[in-house]
């Protein structure tokens, strides 16, 4: 069956930066979109962006821009997300969720990975 | 803030209908997908394009859309449904998806 296994938590500091793995099996992984969603404590889901694993290319939501980046390794069909220069309001479960749809944007998530709760504190 | 935007709260009884709502300017042209969240869980996709379910979820729940509104129904509602329902769809210049805040759903 699908599988998306995520990393586990993460502390970190204020200005530092943190790498999130979601590690796939059970599906051709560079035929389905992958998305990143976040949700902070007590709040409500935020979407992210998305990342083709076939080539590479991302899409990020407006307020990411600059501050995040998602790769792919299609050897061990393991996406990647990473946050830089941190913030306290970053403290957040962060999700890898696939596409729906093979090799086409859908843009409906399913499955979920369990998520990675991501803590920025001094 | 969001560009879709949902009831805080609804509540419902045992066994009746309810009807969750997602309004925005995107949703009179894409579909919005629907999605369950329990506490401690990761959210869980119900309904999405049009009005499609993935399997193994029940035949109770079901979507529609009107203008800028899109519709979750829950059709003789039970208590496992309990929980956070999300909608989710492209935003207005159609590029990037957004989600709305959520509502919290009571099963009384």
């Known amino acids: 069956q699908v599988q998306l296994v995520q990393s586990g938590a993460e502390v970190k500091k204020p200005g530092a930066s943190v790498k999130v793995s979601c590690k796939t099996s059970?599906?051709?992984?560079?035929?389905?979109?992958m998305h990143w969603v976040r949700q902070a404590p007590g709040q409500g889901l935020e979407w992210m962006g998305w990342?083709?694993?076939?080539?590479?290319?991302?899409n990020y939501a407006q307020k990411f821009q600059d501050r995040v980046t998602m790769t792919r390794d299609t050897s061990i069909s393991t996406a990647y997300m990473e946050v830089t220069r941190l913030r306290s309001d970053d403290t957040a479960v962060y999700y890898c969720?696939?596409?729906?749809?093979?090799?086409?944007?859908?843009?409906?998530?399913?499955?979920w990975g369990q998520g990675t709760l991501v803590t920025v504190s001094s | 803030s969001s560009e879709l935007t949902q009831d805080p709260a609804v509540s419902v009884a045992l066994g009746q209908t309810v009807r969750i709502t997602c309004q925005g300017d995107?949703?009179?042209?894409?579909?919005a997908s629907w999605y369950q969240q329990k506490p401690g869980q990761a959210p869980v996709l119900v309904i999405y394009?049009?009005?499609n379910r993935p399997s193994g979820i029940p035949d109770r729940f079901s979507g529609s859309s009107s203008g800028d509104t899109a519709s979750l129904t829950i059709t003789g509602a039970q208590a496992e449904d309990e929980a956070d329902y999300y909608c989710?769809?492209?935003?207005?210049?159609?590029?990037?998806?957004?989600f709305g805040g959520g509502t919290k759903l009571t099963v009384l």
């Open positions: 989710n769809s492209r935003d207005s210049s159609g590029n990037h998806l957004v």
């Open positions: 990342i083709n694993p076939e080539s590479g290319g991302t």
């Open positions: 394009d049009k009005n």
């Open positions: 995107s949703l009179r042209t894409y579909y």
């Open positions: 059970g599906y051709t992984f560079t035929g389905y979109y």
């Open positions: 969720a696939r596409d729906l749809e093979l090799r086409f944007l859908g843009g409906w998530f399913d499955p």
